[in-house]
């Protein structure tokens, strides 16, 4: 059942990711992104010493903002 929350999660970050960086990869590759991004924004944040909240809200919040820095690394990359 955690990989079905993690996936939803993962899809819904890089979705809103998408909208704020802007552009898209696609169904498969938002949800990717919005993955590896919940990594990367629990590590940010956790170093940084922010707490954004617990449960689904507080996930899908640090996933989104792992995914924000993600997709705009990216796109320093492929420039």
Same mark, same amino acid.
């Given at each position: ?24 990869? @696609?169904?498969? !590759? ?5 993955? %590896? $991004? *919940?990594? &990367?924004?629990?590590? +940010? /944040? =956790? ?7 617990? @449960?689904?809200? !507080? ?5 989104? %903002? $792992? *995914?924000? &820095?993600?997709?705009? +690394? /990216? =796109?320093?990359?492929?420039?």
């Amino acid at each position: 059942m955690d990989i079905v929350v993690l996936l939803l999660v993962g899809l819904v970050a890089g979705w809103l990711a998408g909208l704020v960086v802007g552009g898209s990869f @696609g169904l498969i !590759g938002d949800m990717v992104v919005g993955v %590896i $991004g *919940a990594f &990367v924004g629990a590590w +940010l /944040l =956790r170093h940084l010493g922010i707490a954004v909240g617990y @449960g689904t809200l !507080g996930r899908i919040i640090t996933a989104t %903002i $792992g *995914a924000i &820095v993600l997709l705009a +690394l /990216l =796109r320093l990359v492929r420039r």
